[in-house]
T-cell receptor, first 115, second 115 residues
């Protein structure tokens, strides 16, 4: 079965510093991977996706993610964190079969950016 | 477009009562998903519809839960009778299948508290 794991419940970073939110995946076949962000009292919002092609994927709000097949990872990164980036981040993988947009989400990582 | 609209935003009820959550997807979208978010289990897919037809309800916890989509612009998730362990945030999401992947657009959720 397709799955993703987010090993960190929370990541703390100072404003202006680079940030990384980790995600590893387990899939059969080619992975379709996604990052979503959830701000307080809001629904999830799409950030970026990896389908195929370049291993470095650029997304919204200056975020990017690096697909690493050998390490089965898809870490979310940003060169310089902002306080406004503080939110809950979810990694997701497309499930096999059924709808192409049926996603399986990780448990989420809370990103806290200190001023 | 107003996005995915969910109502109510908050629902407080007593154990044993019937609860109905409502969702209006983005106009033109052909997929609709119901997710439940809790601290313990994270984000779980309960059921999804394609063109108003339920495709996969394997995530529905038990017979107390039911979902309908009588037309393309409206869906309900009903819990009868409700129990304290049903307390969670329930999200509705919609998407349009146009290619190899589709973004999910989430509503702001319904915070359900069962006392």
């Amino acid at each position: 079965a397709q799955s993703v794991a987010q090993p960190e419940d929370q990541v703390n970073v100072a404003e202006g510093n680079p940030l990384t939110v980790k995600c590893t995946y387990s899939v059969s076949g080619n992975p379709y991977l996604f990052w979503y962000v959830q701000y307080p009292n809001r629904g999830l919002q799409f950030l970026l996706k990896y389908i195929t092609g370049d291993n470095l994927v650029k997304g919204s709000y200056g975020f990017e993610a690096e697909f690493n097949k050998s390490q089965t990872s898809f870490h979310l990164k940003k060169p310089s964190a902002l306080v406004s980036d503080s939110a809950l981040y979810f990694c997701a993988v497309r499930d096999l079969g059924g709808a192409t947009n049926k996603l399986i989400f990780g448990t989420g990582t809370l990103l806290a950016v200190q001023p | 477009d107003a996005g995915v609209i969910q109502s109510p935003r908050h629902e407080v009820t007593e154990m044993g009562q019937e609860v109905t959550l409502r969702c209006k997807p983005i106009s033109g979208h052909d997929y609709l998903f119901w997710y439940r978010q809790t601290m313990m289990r994270g984000l779980e897919l309960l059921i999804y519809f394609n063109n108003n037809v339920p495709i996969d309800d394997s995530g529905m916890p038990e017979d107390r839960f039911s979902a309908k989509m009588p037309n393309a612009s409206f869906s309900t998730l009903k819990i009868q009778p409700s129990e304290p362990r049903d307390s969670a945030v329930y999200f509705c999401a919609s998407s349009l299948k146009t290619g190899r992947y589709e973004k999910l657009f989430f509503g702001s959720g319904t915070q359900l508290s069962v006392l």
